[in-house]
């Protein structure tokens, strides 16, 4: 495993959203939700705005829950979108961005008025 990130933490505002994306979607496993936001904030041409995200929830898993057979994959794009920003790859860094990534990616699919079933989501996916 090439992930330096051992254990995610969501905030309690993440775990609310997720919660509704669930129900929108029907898709029953929070890592598959999770791989879903982080990707589509990965797409972002922006940065992600840097700010505080406590990990005040009991919405845990570890980067291989999240990541599944994807893990490898999931850390170097997440690496390469490091260095594309101007960014380091130090542990701390990429732990940090990580985080801004997936929560960003959570509010755009909660936050997509058009996405009302697990159909909406692909579509999504495949326009972007």
Known sequence: MLSTIERIKLSKKGKDQLVKLKR?????????LCRWAFCRSL????KPAPYPIPADSNLEMS????GGDLADILFLALKHRCVQDGF???PETLNNQFRLHLH???GYLVGNPNLSKLEDLLELE???
């Open 88 to 90: 380091d790859t130090s």
């Open 126 to 128: 495949i326009r972007d």
């Open 104 to 106: 960003r990616g959570i």
């Open 63 to 66: 980067w291989q829950t999240f």
């Open 24 to 32: 929108i979607t029907k898709v029953d496993n929070w890592n598959v």
């Open 43 to 46: 797409a972002e041409i922006h």
